[in-house]
């Protein structure tokens, strides 16, 4: 499926005014399939996704990936507990001497150490 194919259907289904003003209906062009990416990149990030937009959302889409790679791998028993908690340490720079961060992923001013409201204070 095209991405101007999906794109269609997104604003025939529902009303998104940001996307439906990128959108050429019937429109195939090869330069404006490459042009519909960051449209819909946001449309899916800010709208079904509903990430703040603060800090780097595509810093917190890799970080999340990060994370559920390591839990399939855990579920599938290519990896026990322990490894589990180092490669959250390794892969997700999580300071596991850090009570504030130890387990704590956030969407909101991603910076994986600590959301960027915790760093004002």
């Known amino acids: ?12 289904k529902e009303s998104n005014l940001s996307l439906e003003n990128e959108v050429i209906v019937g429109n195939r ?3 404006y ?5 960051d449209p819909l990149i946001d449309y899916y ?8 937009g603060c800090g780097c959302p595509n810093d917190t ?4 990936r990060k994370y ?11 990896c026990d507990y322990d490894e589990v908690q180092q490669r ?3 892969e997700l720079n999580i300071n596991a001497q850090d009570d504030i961060q130890w387990g704590l992923i956030t969407i909101h001013g991603i910076y994986f150490g600590r959301p960027w409201l915790y760093r004002a204070w």
């Open 29 to 31: 062009e090869e330069g």
């Open 68 to 78: 559920l790679h390591i839990r399939k791998d855990w579920k599938d028993n290519k």
């Open 45 to 52: 990030s800010y709208d079904v996704l509903r990430l703040c």
């Open 33 to 37: 399939e490459e042009y519909l990416i």
């Open 1 to 12: 499926m095209l991405l101007s194919e999906i794109a269609e259907k997104i604003i025939k």
């Open 88 to 90: 959250y340490k390794t």
């Open 61 to 64: 889409l890799d970080v999340i």
